[in-house]
């Protein structure tokens, strides 16, 4: 059967026909602004190692007047302790004009030792962002500084892929704690010291609008979210008859409605892998109906972050194709989550992509997709955990681009009756809605998944979103003046109903702020 036409399934969360796909992108800036002439040196908190680039930075501080404190290698160690009132105490006291996270600084050969090191780095941001959080006094501005954990333009190498999982949660501690002003730096993946620092102490002492930046050598880029229409697919998908197609996370509502569409695509082969394997009927009727096509089945139960048990499946099978739908969400704002559970909650999305694109490598396949989240894209608050682990999805897949390995990273929107949507009531559905992000048909997802699969201009990382930004903008006040959401507005500007046209009501100021952190209600309230 024909796939479904994307525009004509209707978003039951309210914003029907307003689906798109939403595209990041670095553009070329002009260099940070110089800060007001008028403002005094002040003190700096300075977090983590930052090799000889942090040692530079903060010696420029100290020239320009300013006073530093540095919890160096003791805080990435775990030695600055776990402890809340520890970290408290680093940010109390005098008031502070900044705070500077150095997000690791050394590249490190092995990829599964890196993961673990992330980890550990992401823990203490964790417990930094906390302690930032609790200040009662006008907070600093936070700045994460990351070193080639984003791909930009040519960039074929990545100094730390794992260290991208500080983008995603930095996007949500954005919009959960916005009085931090997060942002987000990323310098070049080969250090040219004179060069990073100068670059980077300019971006500091800027203080300027951009929350994202990438700096390589003289030149700056600043992070922008474009809109596409999302169209119907222009051709098929043509899987292989004689090949297998691996599905992580297959069991699940998303990883069978992938593999009901290859198998209406001609598809013979499918190993579906999961945690826990076969259990309700609901299943069992999906996989029965694909053996009825003519389609073979693999049930494979596995833990996609056991490295040697998925490579032993894999060698059983002759594949051409893998979908990483896998991932545990377990939804909690910043205050509340334990640093120590974080390898726990990412393990299946980081570690089984890691083990996949491992396997994957010098292998000829047709497609190799990751399920991430628009969760990342947009920094959706109490996805903190999630938003990390789907960053690292993201450019994991534009490095597998750069380097001309087939990579897809599909930023979803909440789809109808699968995961946490699937127990939800119309009600939260549609309270999602009023705070801007619709949800979308899992036969318009299918949809577009198969409209990405087969034309040839797809980016390598892209969302698909039912996503209102006036609405957004409403219980995010700050997202109303982004730089990186402008063009978004612009879209938005363009496609405006006329002015006989009916209006959305915006939601009342009240749940807007009831949506709030509590240490953020008392601003709005001034």
């Given at each position: 059967?024909?796939?479904?036409?994307?525009?004509?399934?209707?978003?039951?969360?309210?914003?029907?026909?307003?689906?798109?796909?939403?595209?990041?992108?670095?553009?070329?800036?002009?260099?940070?602004?110089?800060?007001?002439?008028?403002?005094?040196?002040?003190?700096?908190?300075?977090?983590?190692?930052?090799?000889?680039?942090?040692?530079?930075?903060?010696?420029?501080?100290?020239?320009?007047?300013?006073?530093t404190?540095?919890?160096?290698?003791?805080?990435?160690?775990?030695?600055?302790?776990?402890?809340?009132?520890?970290?408290?105490?680093?940010?109390?006291?005098?008031p502070?004009?900044?705070v500077?996270?150095?997000?690791?600084?050394?590249?490190?050969?092995?990829?599964?030792?890196?993961?673990?090191?992330?980890?550990?780095?992401?823990?203490?941001?964790?417990?930094?962002?906390?302690?930032?959080?609790?200040?009662?006094?006008?907070?600093?501005?936070?700045?994460?500084?990351?070193?080639?954990?984003?791909?930009?333009?040519d960039d074929?190498?990545?100094?730390?892929?794992a260290?991208?999982?500080?983008?995603?949660?930095?996007?949500?501690?954005?919009?959960?704690h916005?009085?931090?002003?997060?942002?987000?730096?990323?310098?070049?993946?080969v250090?040219?010291?004179?060069?990073?620092?100068?670059?980077?102490?300019?971006?500091?002492?800027?203080?300027?609008?951009?929350?994202?930046?990438?700096?390589?050598?003289?030149?700056?880029?600043?992070?922008?979210?474009?809109?596409?229409?999302?169209?119907?697919p222009?051709r098929r998908?043509?899987?292989?008859?004689?090949?297998?197609?691996?599905?992580?996370?297959?069991?699940?509502?998303?990883g069978?409605?992938?593999?009901?569409?290859?198998?209406?695509?001609?598809?013979?082969?499918?190993?579906?892998l999961?945690?826990?394997?076969?259990?309700?009927?609901?299943?069992?009727?999906?996989?029965?109906?694909?053996?009825?096509?003519?389609?073979?089945?693999?049930?494979?139960?596995?833990?996609?972050?056991?490295?040697?048990?998925?490579?032993?499946?894999?060698?059983?099978h002759?594949?051409?194709?893998?979908?990483?739908?896998?991932?545990?969400?377990?939804?909690?704002?910043?205050?509340?989550?334990?640093?120590?559970?974080?390898?726990?909650?990412?393990?299946?999305?980081?570690?089984?992509?890691?083990?996949?694109?491992?396997?994957?490598?010098?292998?000829?396949?047709?497609?190799?997709?990751?399920?991430?989240?628009?969760?990342?894209?947009?920094?959706?608050?109490?996805?903190?955990?999630?938003?990390?682990?789907?960053?690292?999805?993201?450019?994991?897949?534009?490095?597998?681009?750069?380097?001309?390995?087939?990579a897809?990273?599909?930023?979803?929107?909440?789809?109808?009756?699968?995961g946490?949507?699937?127990?939800?009531?119309?009600?939260?559905?549609?309270?999602?809605?009023?705070?801007?992000?619709?949800?979308?048909?899992?036969?318009?997802?299918?949809?577009?998944?198969?409209?990405?699969?087969?034309?040839?201009?797809?980016?390598?990382?892209?969302?698909?979103?039912s996503?209102?930004?006036?609405?957004?903008?409403?219980?995010h006040?700050?997202?109303?003046?982004?730089?990186?959401?402008?063009?978004?507005?612009?879209?938005a500007?363009?496609?405006?109903?006329?002015?006989?046209?009916?209006?959305?009501?915006?939601?009342?100021?009240?749940?807007?702020?009831?949506?709030?952190?509590?240490?953020d209600?008392?601003?709005s309230?001034?």
């Amino acid at each position: 059967p024909a796939a479904p036409a994307a525009a004509a399934a209707p978003a039951r969360g309210g914003l029907a026909g307003s689906t798109a796909l939403l595209t990041p992108r670095w553009e070329r800036g002009a260099r940070a602004a110089p800060g007001p002439r008028d403002e005094a040196p002040g003190e700096w908190l300075v977090v983590g190692d930052g090799g000889d680039t942090a040692r530079a930075v903060v010696a420029r501080l100290e020239d320009a007047g300013h006073r530093t404190r540095w919890v160096g290698h003791a805080a990435d160690a775990g030695a600055a302790g776990g402890e809340a009132g520890a970290w408290e105490e680093l940010v109390t006291g005098e008031p502070l004009q900044g705070v500077l996270r150095f997000c690791g600084s050394d590249a490190c050969d092995d990829a599964h030792a890196e993961l673990a090191r992330a980890d550990r780095e992401l823990s203490v941001t964790l417990r930094l962002l906390r302690a930032l959080s609790r200040s009662r006094a006008a907070p600093p501005r936070l700045w994460l500084v990351t070193r080639g954990a984003q791909v930009v333009e040519d960039d074929r190498c990545l100094a730390s892929l794992a260290r991208s999982a500080h983008w995603g949660l930095g996007r949500v501690a954005a919009n959960e704690h916005p009085r931090l002003r997060c942002a987000l730096v990323d310098l070049p993946p080969v250090q040219r010291l004179t060069e990073d620092a100068d670059a980077l102490i300019e971006e500091l002492l800027s203080d300027g609008a951009e929350a994202e930046v990438a700096l390589r050598g003289r030149d700056r880029f600043v992070s922008r979210l474009a809109r596409q229409p999302l169209e119907a697919p222009v051709r098929r998908l043509t899987p292989r008859a004689d090949a297998a197609y691996v599905i992580t996370g297959g069991l699940g509502a998303l990883g069978l409605a992938a593999a009901r569409l290859l198998v209406e695509r001609g598809a013979r082969r499918l190993v579906l892998l999961g945690r826990r394997g076969v259990e309700t009927d609901a299943q069992r009727a999906a996989i029965a109906a694909m053996a009825a096509s003519g389609a073979s089945l693999t049930i494979e139960q596995a833990d996609v972050s056991d490295g040697e048990a998925m490579a032993a499946i894999l060698q059983r099978h002759p594949v051409r194709g893998i979908l990483h739908a896998a991932g545990i969400m377990a939804p909690s704002m910043i205050s509340s989550v334990d640093p120590s559970s974080l390898s726990a909650m990412t393990a299946a999305k980081l570690r089984g992509a890691l083990h996949l694109h491992e396997w994957a490598a010098n292998r000829p396949l047709d497609f190799f997709v990751l399920y991430s989240s628009i969760a990342t894209l947009l920094g959706t608050p109490g996805q903190a955990t999630y938003a990390a682990a789907n960053a690292y999805l993201d450019v994991l897949a534009q490095h597998r681009r750069a380097a001309g390995a087939p990579a897809l990273s599909v930023a979803w929107t909440v789809i109808e009756d699968t995961g946490m949507a699937a127990g939800a009531s119309a009600k939260a559905m549609s309270q999602l809605a009023d705070r801007g992000l619709g949800s979308v048909s899992l036969e318009l997802a299918t949809s577009a998944l198969e409209r990405l699969l087969t034309t040839d201009e797809a980016p390598a990382h892209v969302g698909v979103a039912s996503f209102d930004l006036e609405r957004w903008s409403t219980f995010h006040p700050h997202a109303a003046s982004s730089p990186r959401l402008a063009p978004l507005a612009a879209a938005a500007t363009s496609r405006a109903p006329g002015p006989g046209a009916p209006r959305r009501a915006a939601p009342g100021f009240a749940a807007a702020l009831r949506a709030q952190a509590p240490d953020d209600r008392a601003r709005s309230l001034e």
